[in-house]
């Protein structure tokens, strides 16, 4: 594979296969998702959220000006229609490119890190990948990362982002309580799964999900189950509760599912099952929780 | 844009560590080794300089730590042999266990450095960078 995509935040772009992300942030309002092959950082995606156009050409004047005591041979570029600066930092040559997508609102900043010299053609190419990804006309906003194609409804919020080796697991909270969309990825699952999906799906379900039960497995060997939610506390919401776990042929890793959503909101589940607000993408790599907030 | 803390001024921070060449404690011995792979290793303790004279007569400091390993621990510890770098046994295990190679990296050296903690193995890094 050529490349593979990462969509974070309202953010798209297209990176190499071993550029795998060591730091992200969570805040939609300004952010950086760092990416690393395997020797030094190599790419950087910063976002800040902006009401309005910035005046880019003042903007480049400013940067360029607190630039300058740290980098040397400071020179303006444009790349594919984003302008830029490039300039040498000790052995490395840097990058920066700014784009402000109208979609999103959203100010967009992309940083490449170059050994030796400057790849302007490795620029050019990932710059034309750069792109905003808004909500679809499903009212469900993308995620792409740590092997996991996820769709969330759009007014959800990423509430928590844990990344281990063998083990990521992201939680999307709703305005509401109790809807919580959550998806998990595991590796090495030979060393620890002992047991059958179905068996490991029920356990994960705990105490809080009450009636208990099965539905019928979609194709590639998804177990699913749905239940009550029922949270331990008087003031705490009650839900519904669905679930959906499977291992991915090509990597072998499992991955798990989980919808808990109000009994009166029930716009995607459970017609179409928790497995289809996720997918699996075993070609993109995952990441080490160093870093990670 | 405004200024942020750059992330590529850490580039290359774990690189010479990715040239290390790990190698056992050759005072580490072997001690057990189970069917299933796992290994119980000895390794000879100091004695703390406190304890002397009487005290060291009333105090008995065990001679030897013992340290259990299980398969994967000690897949990774055989793999310490004074050739390979800590890059290639990050890529043996990532490939073993279908890890990226910095999930591999992550565990690989988390591990590495306890078992440097409790002595089993000894470091060799290029000063030349």
């Given at each position: 594979m050529d490349r593979v995509e990462w969509v974070w935040n309202r953010i798209g772009v297209e990176l190499p296969p071993d550029w795998e992300c060591l730091q992200f942030a969570r805040d939609p309002e300004a952010g950086r998702c760092a990416f690393a092959d395997r020797r030094r950082f190599r790419f950087e995606l910063n976002w800040r959220n902006s009401p309005g156009e910035p005046d880019f050409k003042r903007m480049m004047q400013d940067y360029e000006g607190s630039l300058a005591k740290e980098w040397e041979d400071i020179r303006r570029i444009k790349c594919r229609g984003w302008p830029g600066l490039t300039g040498t930092r000790g052995e490395e040559v840097v990058s920066r490119f700014g784009a402000y997508f109208h979609e999103t609102n959203l100010l967009v900043e992309v940083v490449f890190v170059h050994e030796g010299e400057r790849d302007a053609r490795l620029e050019a190419k990932i710059l034309a990948t750069v792109r905003a990804v808004p909500p679809e006309a499903t009212g469900l906003q993308r995620w792409r990362a740590f092997g996991m194609d996820m769709r969330v409804p759009?007014?959800?919020?990423?509430g928590e982002c844990v990344v281990e080796p063998a083990r990521v697991g992201m939680r999307f909270d709703g305005p509401r309580k109790p809807d919580r969309w959550i998806f998990r990825r595991y590796g090495m699952v030979d060393s620890w799964l002992k047991t059958s999906v179905r068996d490991w799906l029920a356990a994960q379900a705990?105490?809080?999900?009450?009636n208990v039960r099965f539905k019928p497995g979609g194709a590639g060997g998804v177990e699913r189950l749905e239940g009550d939610w029922r949270p331990k506390g008087l003031l705490l919401r009650k839900g519904a509760y669905a679930a959906a776990a499977w291992r991915d042929p090509r990597d072998g890793r499992l991955y798990h599912a989980i919808c808990i959503t109000?009994?009166?909101?029930r716009r995607f589940h459970p017609?179409?099952?928790?497995?289809f607000a996720m997918k699996s993408c075993p070609a993109f790599l995952v990441v080490p929780g160093r870093g990670s907030s | 844009m405004t200024k942020r803390p750059?992330?590529?001024?850490?580039?290359?921070?774990w690189g010479a560590m990715l040239q290390a060449v790990l190698m056992p404690n050759r005072a580490a011995r072997v001690v057990r080794e189970e069917p299933d792979g796992s290994l119980t290793i000895a390794v000879p303790t100091r004695k703390p300089s406190?304890?002397?004279g009487l005290l060291s007569w009333m105090v008995r400091v065990p001679k030897e730590r013992l340290t259990v390993l299980d398969p994967m621990g000690a897949g990774i510890w055989k793999s310490?042999?004074?050739?390979?770098?800590v890059e290639e046994i990050v890529e043996k295990f990532g490939a073993f266990h279908h890890l990226s190679f910095h999930e591999s990296r992550v565990s690989v050296t988390g591990y590495v450095t306890s078992l440097l903690r409790r002595g089993l193995l000894a470091v060799a890094v290029d000063a030349s960078g």
């Open positions: 759009r007014e959800f919020t990423l705990g105490e809080l999900v009450r109000s009994r009166k909101n017609e179409h099952g928790a497995d | 750059d992330t590529a001024s850490s580039a290359g921070t406190f304890i002397r310490c042999d004074g050739r390979r770098s």
